[in-house]
């Protein structure tokens, strides 16, 4: 007895599948927020804090080029050279505010500890309000002097 294949049928259109929302870089929007802040408020410091561009994903071979250039991992996103208050300068790790904040990886959290030891301040800001309130309460502390 020879059996028989059932008819060809052609199965049913795929269901397009609903557009994947591209994701929001807040803790970046908060950032830039920041910097129009500053640039508003304090305009002297804005002339001198700078971001540490060292996130963010790359091809493996510029990420190896960048680290053996001196990237690290773990360094704070902010710097302000400015002395006050017995500390050599602000550092800060800059984190979008709750609910988008994402938590201080170990490795951020022991840079932090390293740049405190040598006596600077590295602090933690969770949005632009913290951040503009951290570098206030910094600006108003007086200036160290070298001896």
């Given at each position: 007895?020879?059996?028989?294949?059932?008819?060809?049928?052609?199965?049913?259109?795929?269901?397009?599948?609903?557009?994947?929302?591209?994701?929001?870089?807040?803790?970046?929007?908060?950032?830039?927020?920041?910097?129009?802040?500053?640039?508003?408020?304090?305009?002297?410091?804005?002339?001198?804090i700078?971001?540490?561009?060292?996130?963010?994903?790359?091809?493996?071979?510029?990420?190896?080029?960048?680290?053996?250039?001196?990237?690290?991992?773990?360094?704070?996103?902010?710097?302000?050279?400015?002395?006050?208050?017995?500390?050599?300068?602000?550092?800060?790790?800059?984190k979008?505010?709750?609910?988008?904040?994402?938590?201080?990886?170990?490795?951020?959290?022991?840079?932090?500890?390293?740049?405190?030891?040598?006596?600077?301040?590295?602090?933690?800001?969770?949005?632009?309000?913290?951040?503009?309130?951290?570098?206030?309460?910094?600006?108003?502390?007086?200036?160290?002097?070298?001896?």
């Amino acid at each position: 007895m020879i059996r028989q294949r059932p008819p060809f049928r052609n199965p049913a259109p795929a269901k397009p599948k609903p557009a994947r929302a591209k994701p929001v870089d807040r803790e970046g929007q908060e950032q830039a927020a920041l910097m129009k802040e500053l640039q508003l408020r304090y305009p002297q410091a804005y002339k001198l804090i700078y971001h540490v561009p060292n996130g963010g994903h790359r091809i493996k071979a510029v990420a190896a080029k960048l680290k053996g250039q001196g990237v690290k991992a773990g360094v704070p996103d902010l710097v302000l050279p400015m002395a006050r208050g017995g500390y050599f300068g602000l550092y800060i790790e800059f984190k979008a505010k709750p609910p988008f904040d994402a938590p201080v990886s170990a490795t951020q959290d022991a840079f932090l500890q390293l740049l405190t030891n040598e006596n600077y301040l590295a602090i933690v800001c969770r949005g632009n309000i913290d951040a503009v309130e951290a570098i206030r309460a910094y600006l108003l502390q007086p200036a160290t002097v070298a001896a």
